[in-house]
């Protein structure tokens, strides 16, 4: 196990960040059109769009995202506490699907806040 510090771990981070966008942009497998579908009523909704209709389509481009993350530490106290070191071990992420996130920390009394927004953009 070694100690990871702050720069090595922001380093990593963007390493991943531009592996993952590296193998996202390979082109995408052909695909084969499924006949269009005869649009159906939804009670409520109306008529259901058809497949020509949904092909014209789109949702635009414009991205908008907010996170607020309010927190408060107040009144601690911490007595013949030690802390430790961050350790993240070899093989660590071996395995890891989706999006993994570590959180460190090695103080104490502290608020850990973590928020995330994925944009995905699905593309025929």
Do not use: C, Y
């Amino acid at each position: 196990m070694r100690t990871v510090n702050l720069m090595s771990w922001s380093a990593m981070l963007l390493l991943g960040a531009v592996m993952w966008n590296a193998a996202a942009a390979q082109s995408p497998a052909t695909t084969v059109a499924t006949p269009s579908a005869k649009p159906a009523w939804l009670d409520g909704w109306g008529r259901s769009a058809d497949s020509k209709t949904l092909a014209m389509s789109s949702g635009g481009n414009e991205v908008s995202e907010t996170i607020t993350l309010n927190g408060t530490v107040a009144n601690n106290t911490i007595d013949h506490v030690a802390t430790g070191a961050n350790v993240i071990g070899n093989g660590a992420f071996n395995g890891a699907a989706g999006v993994p996130m570590v959180i460190q920390n090695t103080g104490n009394g502290v608020l850990i806040q973590n928020a995330t927004i994925l944009n995905v953009q699905f593309q025929p």
